[in-house]
């Protein structure tokens, strides 16, 4: 195609990492998020602080730099993880994205953020179905280029419908920004004449997502090498752990390479990629602490000064996986213990904030936790409470995952449970910042212990107090438990390891 000197653009995502197991993502928990169309996008993506996709941001800011383009607007939605999205709800969203897209041709290129682990109520592969959208609006001369969250679940159809696909390389996710940069860098050869050719090779690997960190492990591993293989030929190499708990049958990690010119060194490098993670399957187990150790070695923290402080992640009920952020099996156990100086959160129950609030500082009262979705939360908990803090909420993101972002967890409250302070929102958010217990005044640094709602990003967000020696992933019930033998999958391809014990890959 002939692209004119002021390339025009579109930019449009859906992000949603869909648990089956939990409760429908409906459209009040995009709106409460973002969920932007038209120039209500390029306002947001003009804040210092903004509530948009960092990828956005840095797609935006490498096309910038390249010379003179037009963003054209399409929309935008977020939101935490959760279940399958309301079906009638993608629906008008995705006739609201044709529509508008048909409207701003014609078009030189389209970008696509979004997080590729995306079910509805009625579609397991509502991501490809965005990707055939657009196609079919724009033609197949018009470049387009996506990015993906490192833990997508990858179709054949997604990557047929566009020309190129960047998944995160981080995990925690602090690449953002890059990747989104990458995405535009690579619509800029597109433009240029490249002929981009994409392998992609699935395996039956369902890695449990704690295993999944790219610090060091088998992830870490399989990622590096294929960036130590992006020579001349090579476009991009993307490696996504996949999510199981979408339960697709498009679950399995995936490698995707694109080259340039040559289909022949894509498939070269995926395969030979594909054999060096399927020999590796083994390392892909969990390596959980019992709750009761975990307990223990909190007490011993908590009574001895000159041992070095914890963090907790409470992995089975993170609300950045579809978790609901209410589980008590971990708050049972420490308020038993009668543990001292623990800090605690973030624990999504807005009755209970809305409780705190009406009674205002220093209000004394029995609080009732787990009361609105109880889920496998481990029951009912009440607790004599004290307020110490409220809070509306709102708060700028300080660190790893959220770090930039504007971030609002509605109203919100610091409870003193007797030696454990914990912080109660409104908005279901995993807590990955630091700034979560900041905005109390609460001083992470003299805690003796630190309990989070999160499955890893809270490593990226608190690795300035705790080192991944004193991280504890501790195993308990719930939506996101990394057991994934304790969850009933109807759609997963099987046999698919670690749930089957008996299984292969004929390479």
């Not at 941001?57 to 309301?86: H, K, Y």
């Not at 000064?305 to 952020?325: E, F, K």
């Not at 009361?371 to 660190?399: I, M, N, W, Y």
Request: glycine share 10%; with cysteine; proline share 6%.
């Amino acid at each position: 195609m002939t692209v004119c000197t002021t390339p025009r653009v579109a930019l449009l995502g859906l992000l949603l990492e869909s648990n089956r197991f939990a409760p429908v993502t409906t459209q009040d928990d995009f709106l409460n998020w973002v969920y932007l169309a038209g120039d209500e996008i390029l306002r947001e993506l003009d804040r210092t602080e903004s509530r948009l996709p960092p990828e956005v941001r840095g797609f935006r800011n490498a096309l910038d730099a390249r010379g003179t383009w037009e963003p054209v607007p399409i929309l935008i939605g977020q939101c935490e993880s959760g279940g399958p999205m309301e079906h009638a709800f993608f629906e008008r969203t995705l006739a609201d994205m044709r529509q508008r897209l048909i409207a701003a041709l014609p078009l030189d290129g389209v970008y696509i953020a979004n997080h590729g682990a995306m079910t509805t109520t009625a579609c397991r592969d509502p991501d490809g179905a965005i990707f055939a959208m657009v196609r079919d609006v724009v033609g197949a001369q018009v470049p387009v280029v996506a990015t993906l969250d490192l833990h997508g679940n990858v179709s054949q159809q997604m990557v047929d419908e566009v020309d190129a696909i960047v998944a995160y390389r981080t995990n925690p996710h602090v690449d953002m920004m890059e990747r989104g940069a990458e995405a535009a860098l690579i619509l800029g050869e597109l433009w240029g004449g490249m002929q981009a050719h994409t392998c992609l090779v699935r395996l039956p690997i369902a890695p449990p997502t704690v295993t999944l960190l790219t610090e060091s492990g088998p992830y870490a591993d399989l990622i590096n090498y294929g960036q130590s293989q992006c020579k001349a030929g090579i476009v991009n190499v993307s490696v996504l752990g996949g999510f199981a708990f979408a339960d697709t049958e498009k679950n399995g990690l995936a490698i995707i390479v694109t080259s340039r010119g040559s289909a022949a060194d894509a498939q070269q490098l995926a395969y030979d990629m594909a054999r060096r993670a399927w020999a590796d399957h083994p390392r892909y187990r969990p390596q959980l602490m019992p709750l009761d150790t975990a307990v223990q070695r909190v007490r011993q923290v908590c009574r001895d000064p000159s041992l070095a402080p914890l963090i907790l992640a409470d992995v089975a009920d993170n609300p950045g996986g579809g978790g609901r952020g209410n589980t008590t099996w971990i708050l049972q156990a420490l308020l038993a213990a009668q543990v001292q100086g623990v800090l605690m959160g973030i624990f999504n129950e807005p009755s209970l904030a809305a409780q705190a609030h009406r009674l205002g500082e220093g209000g004394q009262f029995i609080a009732e936790f787990n009361t609105e979705e109880p889920g496998a939360g481990g029951g009912r908990l009440k607790v004599r409470a004290r307020v110490l803090r409220l809070r509306d909420g709102d708060c700028g993101g300080r660190r790893g995952l959220y770090a930039g972002r504007s971030m609002s967890l509605g109203p919100s409250a610091l409870l003193d449970l007797g030696g454990i302070h914990l912080v109660v929102v409104s908005v279901r958010t995993q807590c990955a910042d630091p700034v979560f217990f900041e905005m109390f005044g609460e001083d992470i640094a003299r805690a003796r212990a630190v309990v989070v709602k999160s499955r890893g990003h809270f490593r990226a967000g608190f690795n300035e107090y705790f080192s991944d020696a004193q991280v504890l992933e501790v195993d308990a019930p719930g939506l996101t438990s990394p057991v994934l033998s304790r969850f009933e999958f109807l759609h997963l391809p099987r046999p698919i390891f670690p749930v089957d014990t008996q299984v292969q890959w004929p390479g």
